[in-house]
T-cell receptor
């Protein structure tokens, strides 16, 4: 089991609410990622970070924002949730093993916006 | 356009048989290719990676091949077991600072 944690695991919330999805890892990895995944579909990278105070947007446009104030913590925030934000959100961290970045994933947060 | 394709249809096999999953890609030149396992409602778990200059990699009952000419990787599970039932994802590392490009995955079901 990877030492990467996400809370909450499930969240049902009304439109317009502000939410923060938490992600923490205890492995000391510098690189962290947020993916969005719909059922039966591929993972889409929405944010990544190469270290403290470093954040970049991923390949899939997202209305969410992230911060990286501590190495172990990479929270994702939605200022105003909408039904289109309903999805599974996966957090990951990585290290370089034999030349390639191996990613460790958290269990995910399944978000339902009503 | 750049894309990764995995068998979209679920693969159903009998216990003890070898499962073979395919990952094809176009317009990438990946330095590495990785395979992950994902169970329902869980995050993916890393299984194996293979470099562009390696033809084959093994780990216990798992075997991965990588043909950069065909732009294809095959993932084999020998002596399959019902516990191997899951979705298997391939991911390309094309030297973008750790960012991976994931395929949509192939669902494998092993029947006893």
């Amino acid at each position: 089991e990877a030492d990467i944690y996400q809370t909450p695991r499930y969240l049902v919330i009304g439109t317009g609410k502000k939410i923060t999805l938490e992600c923490s890892q205890t492995m000391g990895h510098d690189k962290m990622y947020w993916y969005q995944q719909d059922p039966g579909m591929e993972l889409h990278l929405i944010h990544y970070s190469y270290g403290v105070n470093s954040t970049e947007k991923g390949d899939l446009s997202s209305e969410s924002t992230v911060s990286r104030i501590r190495t172990e913590h990479f929270p994702l925030t939605l200022e105003s949730a909408r039904p289109s934000h309903t999805s599974q959100y996966l957090c990951a961290s990585s290290y370089r093993a034999t030349g390639s970045e191996t990613q460790y994933f958290g269990p995910g947060t399944r978000l339902l916006v009503l | 356009s750049q894309k990764i394709e995995q068998n979209s249809e679920a693969l159903n096999i009998q216990e003890g048989k070898t499962a073979t999953l395919t990952c094809n890609y176009t317009n990438y030149s990946p330095a590495y290719l990785q395979w992950y396992r994902q169970d329902p409602g869980r995050g993916p778990v890393f299984l194996l990676l293979i470099r562009e200059n390696e033809k084959e990699k093994r780990k216990e009952r798992l075997k991965v091949t990588f043909d950069t000419t065909l732009k294809q990787s095959l993932f084999h599970i020998t002596a399959s077991q019902p516990a191997d039932s899951a979705t298997y994802l391939c991911a390309l590392d094309h030297n973008q600072g750790g960012k991976l490009i994931f395929g949509q995955g192939t669902e494998l079901s092993v029947k006893p």
